[in-house]
């Protein structure tokens, strides 16, 4: 599966990250914590070259936590890179981040501290903006691309940060990354087909997470041998189903997606350091 979701406002923000790049200190790279590498954009490589630049792994909620903590010393030691990992509603860790940042910056260089926050749609970028500033000043939603234009916000101690639109790159390669991105939710779901994401994450969660599969999913006596029998059952089980009783595929594909993105069938990532590792 190839998927290609660009919308034109991404093309917009490569334009407007390339031209603000300058004018700021740091860097915030927002990523998903369940899916690190996945999750980053090629591009903001090419224009954070000479600046500071930090990574967060934001939704650590979400994730596996012994993966997480792999992850990050995977970017220490393997790429020389600061990463810290958040869960961006939560203030005191937002602002955990912040404060990381303000001290590797000499503030003598400007009156004020810059902050420009990057990231693919979807990782939470206006979540952790609405924490620091206590309010909400950032439409967030569960949906790719809520935030469509460049917005600025002044906090305490000189600092700004400005939240851009989340984009990813023209055409998702390889193809793993394109399922992990689309059963993370950072995809829009108008460009993906339901049941070809429900196969991939059924197959993903049987063997990576076959235990909480049987803790969510109680009434599984055993773990199916397939991932069809595993959306049949969990669709007959949540009332997804047409006229005699038969499971209708596309909404039991759907129920499993959105439990796994809500977090409901447990913490889980979909890549880990290792990973990298074999695919190279």
């Excluded at 790049?21 to 915030?28: A, F, G, Q, T, Y």
């Excluded at 591009?43 to 934001?58: A, G, S, T, W």
């Excluded at 906090?155 to 790159?169: E, R």
Aim: proline share 4%; aromatic share 8%; with cysteine.
């Amino acid at each position: 599966m190839t998927i290609q979701w660009f919308p034109g406002h991404m093309v917009e923000t490569e334009n407007l990250l390339k031209k603000a790049i300058s004018k700021v200190d740091v860097v915030w790279e927002i990523l998903d914590a369940r899916l690190p590498e996945a999750s980053a954009n090629p591009f903001v490589n090419k224009i954070c070259k000479d600046k500071f630049r930090l990574k967060i792994l934001n939704k650590n909620d979400l994730a596996d936590p012994e993966q997480t903590k792999l992850w990050l010393d995977y970017f220490k030691k393997k790429e020389g890179t600061s990463a810290i990992s958040i869960c961006g509603t939560q203030k005191s860790q937002a602002y955990e981040a912040l404060n990381y940042c303000v001290n590797k910056i000499d503030r003598n260089r400007a009156r004020k501290i810059k902050v420009m926050v990057v990231g693919i749609p979807n990782t939470g970028k206006s979540t952790i903006l609405n924490s620091l500033a206590g309010k909400k000043i950032a439409n967030i939603g569960d949906v790719p691309a809520i935030t469509r234009h460049q917005q600025r916000t002044s906090l305490k101690n000189n600092i700004d940060i400005y939240d851009t639109p989340g984009i990813l790159w023209p055409v998702i390669e390889p193809e793993k990354k394109a399922y992990i991105l689309a059963a993370s939710g950072a995809i829009s779901d108008t460009a993906i087909d339901y049941s070809d994401i429900a196969f991939f994450a059924a197959n993903f969660l049987m063997k990576r997470y076959p235990d909480l599969l049987m803790q969510r999913y109680s009434f599984l006596k055993t773990l199916p041998d397939d991932e069809l029998t595993l959306i049949e059952k969990i669709g007959s089980a949540r009332g997804c189903l047409k006229k005699g009783g038969v499971v209708n595929f596309q909404k039991a594909s759907e129920a499993l997606i959105r439990e796994l993105r809500a977090g409901k069938i447990g913490r889980i990532s979909f890549e880990t350091p290792k990973d990298l590792e074999h695919d190279n």
